[in-house]
């Protein structure tokens, strides 16, 4: 079975600064995806960014970038420039290619405050 | 486009009672897939319903079942509710084997 683990419960980071927030996962399939998704105060899930296994190069959107390890299996997030509305749970979540469903597995998460 | 909506926000129930959740899919999207969120935890998969079927389930009892109508919206249903059932129920839609899904805001049950 897959697995996700965020070991970072809680982050903080200064506005305009760069911050990195860390996932590894487990699985033994080769080809897979991966998202980071934000959770603000108002609850709803929102798509950060997405990688694909099979692609080398690493998802870029805005001010967020990914670094895509896949041999090590870790898929960090970095943020740029910092802006006070990124604060928010975020989850770092797997989903594999084949099967009949989309399922997610989440992590448990990572708290990042954005200090003014 | 409108977007994923769920209902009620809030709802408070007792042990041993029965629970519906609502959830309307984003326009276009055939796929709903439910997630229950412990406080403090990430979201873990309940069932995933296509075509008014359901196509996918994770491990929970089944006392936890559902419904998919012919509009793609979705209700979840929860049997004899006990305390740890407790949580942010989430939903999300895609289209067919859609790479992306689109989440609810959630409805927050506390039982008592």
């Known amino acids: 079975a897959q697995t996700v683990t965020q070991s970072q419960p809680e982050m903080s980071v200064q506005e305009a600064e760069t911050v990195t927030l860390s996932c590894t996962y487990d699985t033994s399939e080769s080809d897979y995806y991966l998202f980071w998704y934000k959770q603000p105060p108002s609850r709803q899930m929102i798509l950060v960014i997405r990688q694909e296994a099979y692609k080398q190069q690493n998802a870029t959107e805005n001010r967020f970038s990914v670094n895509f390890q896949k041999a090590a299996k870790s898929f960090s997030l970095k943020i740029s420039d910092s802006q006070l509305g990124d604060a928010a749970m975020y989850f770092c979540a797997y989903r594999s290619k084949g099967g009949a469903t989309n399922k997610l597995i989440f992590g448990t998460g990572t708290l990042l405050a954005v200090q003014p | 486009e409108t977007g994923v909506t769920q209902s009620p926000t809030h709802l408070i129930k007792t042990r041993g009672q029965q629970v519906t959740l609502r959830c309307s899919s984003q326009?276009?999207?055939?796929?709903v897939s439910w997630y229950q969120q412990a406080l403090g935890q990430g979201p873990q998969f309940i069932f995933q319903y296509y075509r008014e079927e359901e196509n996918g389930r994770g491990n929970f009892p089944p006392r936890f079942s559902g419904l998919q109508f012919p509009n793609y919206s979705s209700e979840l249903n929860v049997n004899a509710l006990e305390l740890d059932d407790s949580a942010l129920y989430l939903c999300a839609s895609s289209r067919t084997s859609g790479l992306v899904q689109f989440f609810g805001p959630g409805t927050r049950l506390t039982v008592l």
């Open positions: 326009s276009g999207h055939n796929t």
